[in-house]
């Protein structure tokens, strides 16, 4: 166990829609990332947040955002959903800000039909 | 790991043995290499990482060697176990994130 929760674990929901996630870092951590896994791209990096301000921005899709919170949960909002969206999304957590291991959440399965 | 789409290459050993996984990276400006396992079902986790001012670091296991010259990471398991069976990822620390590669099967026979 990681330290780093995800709800929910599964999510179905249909095209056009619009999810939520949310994680919680470790206790004490204050950098929080999220990454896409998909079938056909790898694992890939979405966007970071640092004590509630994004530090640094990866491969992610207009129709997503995300933010983190004064007590450091985050939320990835994913909205107009596609089917392509369909993915495992991790979140991870990390001490600071430099080189520092990211711990990884257990993942959300969403499913978009 | 999550059975996925790419075409991962696969290496398979035999429980004891010395397993070998490589990794290629793309920005010669990277300065910081992690190395992950993941577990089918679960997250990636974190298993030994090194700075570019080394050339090689050793945890409980597991050997990292980084050849900046050519690009090249290695990730060394001593005494392969079942339980290292998982997929492995390599990661380049590029700016505030982590660029992955795209994975390496281990399969331990026993």
């Given at each position: 166990d990681s330290g780093v929760t995800q709800t929910p674990k599964h999510l179905i929901t249909a095209t056009g829609q619009r999810v939520t996630l949310r994680c919680s870092p470790r206790s004490g951590d204050l950098s929080v990332y999220w990454y896409q896994q998909s079938l056909d791209q790898g694992l890939q990096f979405l966007i970071q947040y640092y004590n509630g301000e994004e530090r640094a921005k990866g491969n992610i899709l207009e129709r997503f955002s995300a933010q983190q919170f004064p007590d450091l949960h985050s939320e990835l909002n994913l909205s107009s959903l596609e089917l392509g969206d369909s993915a495992l999304y991790f979140c991870a957590s990390s001490g600071a800000d430099g080189y520092n291991e990211q711990f990884f959440g257990p993942g959300t399965r969403l499913t978009v039909l | 790991g999550e059975s996925v789409g790419l075409h991962l290459p696969t290496l398979s050993v035999q429980e004891g043995d010395n397993s070998i996984i490589n990794c290629a990276y793309s920005n010669s400006a990277s300065d910081y290499f992690i190395w992950y396992k993941q577990e089918s079902g679960?997250?990636?986790?974190?298993?030994?990482?090194?700075?570019?001012?080394?050339?090689?670091?050793?945890?409980?296991?597991?050997?990292?060697l980084l050849n900046k010259t050519v690009k090249h990471l290695s990730l060394q398991i001593?005494?392969?176990?079942?339980g290292d069976s998982a997929v492995y990822f390599c990661a380049e620390k590029?700016?505030?994130?982590?660029?992955f590669g795209q994975g390496t099967e281990l399969s331990v026979k026993p």
């Open positions: - | 679960k997250g990636p986790q974190f298993i030994i990482d090194i700075r570019s001012n080394m050339d090689k670091r050793q945890g409980q296991r597991v050997t990292v001593a005494a392969t176990q079942p590029e700016g505030g994130k982590l660029i």
